[in-house]
């Protein structure tokens, strides 16, 4: 998703506005999970950033797109604008470092 949001619409309060455009970034996550793995995927990945034009958008994660996205309103801008790409996410099994378990059993054994 590339879409630019308006935060000020003609007759309606601002702050009703950016909630619109949060849950509907919020349904586009969801809509984006719940759609199927191809094998040998994890989960979804995203690709996020949020600025005032598609020039000046700055890098965030998944977390932060909201919290980027008031950011940006606090600052009275017109529009925002926020840019999602899925992507395919494997996880990563971070081995444990053997010599590092039995540095400790040693350390706890001269207690």
């Known amino acids: 998703m590339k879409k ?6 003609e007759g309606k309060h601002n702050d009703r506005v950016l ?3 949060k849950h ?3 349904k586009y996550f969801k809509r ?3 759609r199927a793995l191809p094998k040998g995927v994890d989960f979804w990945d995203f690709d996020c950033k949020v600025g005032l034009s ?7 994660r998944v977390s932060g ?3 980027a996205v ?13 840019e999602i790409m899925s992507k395919h996410g494997v996880r990563v099994i971070k081995a444990q470092d053997q010599s590092g378990a039995e540095d400790r059993l040693d350390d706890q054994a001269n207690d």
């Open 32 to 34: 984006e999970r719940n």
């Open 19 to 21: 909630e619109a455009v």
């Open 24 to 26: 509907e970034i919020r």
């Open 4 to 9: 630019n949001f308006l935060l000020q619409a």
């Open 54 to 60: 598609a020039d000046t958008a700055e890098v965030v």
């Open 70 to 82: 008031d950011a940006v309103a606090k600052t009275s801008a017109p529009s925002v604008y926020v």
């Open 65 to 67: 797109v909201v919290e």
